[in-house]
């Protein structure tokens, strides 16, 4: 896989992630901290998928919340929680002028400027401002060396391109190199008072974006399953909840500077996901292994065909040391795949994955293609 066609996927996972819709799911579980006093707080979106779990694992812990929205997605959720209407791409902010927060979270950044108008507007030294960020700011993500951390280098894009941008959509085309630029701005708006968080693939129940969620769907049907390539081929997600509860933790403890937020302690492979899997269904399961080269001599695409699947020369790892020593925790993931899969049986029902999998027709074909291939 080329270097630009693992932007191209990061990209899609790391938007995709924030912008999926969410449905009302229980509280994070994982503990944090011991209990500290109630702060207020600020979320800038908080409707799509990762701030819904944020604002439920902040409440859990006693703090006041207040939404900043367009007030178009999910505005059902949280009724008991001040919300204020505004467009951040229209400059419409004048519902936060002369407010005062403890904390400002801010899941829907993605044009630099917005995030500099936003921070500013909260430039207290005692705010703490939180940014979502991505690993998809990294422009060497997917070569050499295997394990990248928060000092390695990040994508550019320039002025006359960044100017161009200012919508969420327009950013796609540089995402990650945006999201680095959003960065920026709010550390240099909030100097000593930013906690910049660069996930992973964010999944767990109510990820609409099926990355994730394909496989323990597609493994509870039974059957004969295709397997994609080096069964130790390594893979990184982070639970929502997670996420949430360390983004709750950060605020409490007054975190600042940059982490990779990306799973686990230790190392995880396809293989040992995908047998997670098979244990989270009583239905009869084989996994049949195409090899990399066979799944590319059959034009199987990478991540959203084959999902979580990244041939050999675009694998990298995101070092988790500093984050999970700044108090990051990962529940089991065998809790993850039996949530989501619980989430998906009660919420997606039937219906067919639009974006993610290898079509069944498509499937049984090569799984056919494997077993003969054996016999002779």
């Known amino acids: 896989m080329n270097q630009s066609s693992r932007r191209t996927f990061l990209a899609a996972a790391?938007?995709?992630?924030?912008?999926?819709?969410?449905?009302?799911?229980?509280?994070?579980?994982?503990?944090?901290?011991?209990?500290?006093?109630?702060?207020?707080?600020?979320?800038?979106?908080?409707?799509?998928?990762?701030?819904?779990?944020?604002?439920?694992a902040a409440m859990a812990r006693g703090h006041v919340l207040t939404l900043f929205n367009r007030g178009k997605t999910n505005p059902q959720l949280f009724p008991d929680v001040e919300k204020l209407v505004g467009d951040r791409e229209k400059g419409e902010l004048q519902a936060l002028e002369g407010r005062s927060f403890d904390a400002v979270v801010d899941t829907s950044g993605y044009v630099p400027a917005h995030v500099e108008a936003t921070a500013r507007l909260f430039a207290a030294e005692t705010t703490h401002y939180t940014f979502i960020s991505t690993i998809s700011v990294y422009?060497?993500?997917?070569?050499?060396?295997?394990?990248?951390?928060?000092?390695?280098?990040?994508?550019?894009?320039?002025?006359?391109?960044?100017a161009k941008v200012n919508t969420i959509r327009g950013s796609m085309p540089f995402y990650g190199p945006l999201k680095a630029r959003c960065e920026q701005a709010a550390l240099q708006a909030k100097p000593g008072r930013t906690f910049v968080v660069r996930p992973g693939l964010i999944v767990g129940p109510g990820d609409t974006t099926d990355r994730f969620t394909w496989w323990p769907v597609r493994i509870d049907q039974g059957g004969a399953v295709l397997a994609p390539g080096d069964k130790d081929g390594l893979i990184q997600v982070i639970d929502v909840r997670d996420l949430a509860d360390w983004m709750v933790h950060g605020i409490e403890q007054q975190l600042a500077?940059?982490?990779?937020?990306?799973?686990?302690?230790?190392?995880?492979?396809?293989?040992?996901?995908?047998?997670?899997?098979?244990?989270a269904t009583s239905k009869p399961v084989e996994?049949?292994?195409?090899?990399?080269?066979?799944?590319?001599?059959?034009?199987v695409g990478a991540w959203m065909e084959m999902p979580l699947w990244i041939p050999r020369e675009g694998r990298s790892i995101a070092a988790n040391d500093r984050a999970r020593a700044a108090g990051l925790r990962f529940r089991p993931l065998a809790d993850t795949i039996r949530d989501t899969l619980a989430w998906a049986k009660s919420e997606r029902g039937d219906r067919p994955f639009a974006r993610t999998g290898v079509k069944p027709d498509k499937e049984a074909r090569l799984i056919a293609l494997l077993r003969g291939a054996k016999k002779g």
């Open 287 to 299: 996994l049949v292994w195409g090899s990399e080269e066979f799944l590319k001599e059959h034009e």
């Open 14 to 56: 790391g938007a995709g992630a924030l912008l999926g819709a969410a449905r009302d799911l229980p509280a994070a579980a994982v503990p944090l901290s011991p209990r500290t006093e109630g702060k207020r707080i600020l979320v800038l979106g908080g409707t799509g998928f990762l701030g819904p779990h944020f604002v439920r």
């Open 257 to 279: 500077g940059t982490y990779n937020a990306d799973g686990f302690d230790g190392r995880v492979s396809m293989e040992e996901f995908l047998h997670g899997c098979k244990l």
């Open 139 to 162: 422009d060497k993500f997917g070569e050499r060396p295997d394990v990248f951390d928060e000092t390695s280098s990040v994508g550019e894009v320039s002025d006359e391109d960044a």
